[in-house]
C-alpha cells in the first residue's frame, strides 16, 4: 500500500518483511520517546500500533515534519494497522495512466505542479474505463491500456472531511495525438511529450505519488519487469 500523507510517503511493512538500516537516517521503536522535531529524513519505526498512526497521521495531516522524507511503519499485524488507517477516511476512487508514445512520457502542467492524467470515476465505473475515459478527456487523445502499475493512496481535506483517494495506474499507449490540447476545465495548462531525462528533470516539482509512478515505471524499463 502506497501511502501519501501531505505528500509524505507513509510505507506499511510486516515485521517478517526484510528491511536495511543504511536506508534510513532514523530507526526507533513505538515505545522510545521522540517528537516531532526528531522526525528527519527517512524514518524507520519498529512495533507500530494504532496509537502510533494515529498519532503520527496527526502530525503529518498538520504539516508538523517538515523535514521527514518518508516514514517506515513495521508492525506484526500489517493487514490491521492499514484497516485502522483507511477508518480514518472517507476512501475515494480514481483512475489515471502514465502514457508512453515512441519512448517518451506525456506529463501534463496543473495548478503550478507536474502530473499525469488521473481523476474521479464515475459511480458504478469500471476502473480501466475511468483510467481511459479520464486520460482521453484531459489531454484529448486515444490510447489502449498496456499493463496495470501500481496503485497509490494519498490524503487531502475537502469541505472539513479527511479523504483518502486511492488512484489505480496503468501504463497506456497512445495512438492518436493529432488533436492533443490541455482541458482547460481541469485547470491543465499545457500537456507535452518528454523524455526521460526530461521528465527526471521536471519530477522535482511533481507530487511525491506520480514522482513514485514515474520512477516505477523508468526502473521496470531497466529491469523488464512492470
Known sequence: MNVFINDIPLILKKASEKTYKHEYDLILKAADHFTSKDLVGDVLIKDADAVLI???VRLMEVKKLKKLKSLTLVADKKKRLIAHLKDQFKIVKAAGGLVIKDDKILMMYRLGVWDLPKGKLDKKEK???GALREVEEECNIQVEVLEKLP????SYAYKGKKILKKT?????NCTDDSLMKPQAEEFIEEVRWMTPEEVME???NAYTSISFIVRHYLQSQKTGKV
Open 168 to 172: 489505480s495506474w496503468f501504463l497506456m
Open 127 to 129: 476502473v480501466k474505463a
Open 151 to 154: 496503485k497509490t493512496w494519498h
Open 54 to 56: 494515529d498519532r503520527l
Open 202 to 204: 521536471v519530477l522535482p
